[in-house]
């Protein structure tokens, strides 16, 4: 199917934390997407200026409704207006669904680990949420690496709302809550290997986040003699 651009109406923002948001649109004729897909969000200044950024689906499909994560750049050029100041009913262009290798199909992969590192849990919420509508489909595992609490993407969803089948577990790289039993600090080799040993040595593997992020974890599964095969990534950054 060839990839045109589409009318977006935004119909909701709803916020995440301090610089990031959710954003649905509506776009009549969507083709319909799988979780782990991505879109390219067009926008056309009076003058005639484009900008073209890309973005995360963040829930399965939903008829002509797509949700966005969008995280607000300092000094960016486009996701401060579209975090904060694009206006409900407006209308953008978006093209897609983009990206054929990082997406998850519920059932016949036996037990998966999501790896996300800030903003990069977007797709994999896509993942979870999939998972949450397909019962008995195969164990997800989630390890989100966040800087502090408030930071949290989806709390409630992730972390108050358990599921059958859903393990998550949420790794503080600056500052973890009181009560928490893992120190704060950037991902480690061990905070792999208890997920990394349920899943076999070519049990799927979907990492998301920033570049450097993205390759360190790439970088401590290989190292514990994962199929590198195994293990798709998408980064940004």
């Known amino acids: ?34 979780p782990g897909q991505h879109v390219d969000v067009r926008l056309t200044a009076d003058d005639g200026y484009q900008a073209v950024r890309s973005y995360s689906l963040a829930a399965p499909a939903d008829g002509a409704r797509l949700e966005l994560g969008v995280r607000a750049v300092p000094d960016g050029e486009v996701s401060p207006y579209l975090a904060d100041d694009l206006p409900l009913d407006a209308r953008v262009e978006v093209r897609g669904p983009l990206g054929n290798w990082f997406v998850w199909r519920p059932g016949g992969s036996g037990p998966v680990l999501l790896v996300g590192g ?48 859903l393990d998550v577990r949420l790794l503080y790289t600056r500052a973890a809550p009181p009560g928490t039993s893992r120190p704060a600090g950037r991902v480690m080799a061990d905070d792999l290997a208890r997920a990394v040993s349920g899943l076999g040595p070519g049990g799927p593997v979907y990492v998301c986040g920033p570049t450097g992020f993205v390759e360190t974890v790439g970088d401590l599964l290989t190292g514990l003699d994962h199929d590198p095969a195994a293990v798709r990534t998408e980064r940004f950054g």
């Open 118 to 165: 800030g903003s990069g849990v977007v797709p994999l919420a896509a993942m979870v949420r999939a998972h949450r509508r397909a019962p008995g489909a195969d164990t997800l595992r989630l390890l989100y690496s966040v800087r502090a609490a408030a930071d949290v993407w989806y709390r409630e969803e992730l972390l108050s709302a358990p599921a059958p089948g």
């Open 1 to 34: 199917m060839a990839l045109v651009w589409r009318p977006a109406r935004l119909v909701e923002r709803r916020p995440q934390n301090a610089t990031a948001r959710t954003l649905v649109f509506e776009v009549p004729g969507w083709p319909g997407h799988l």
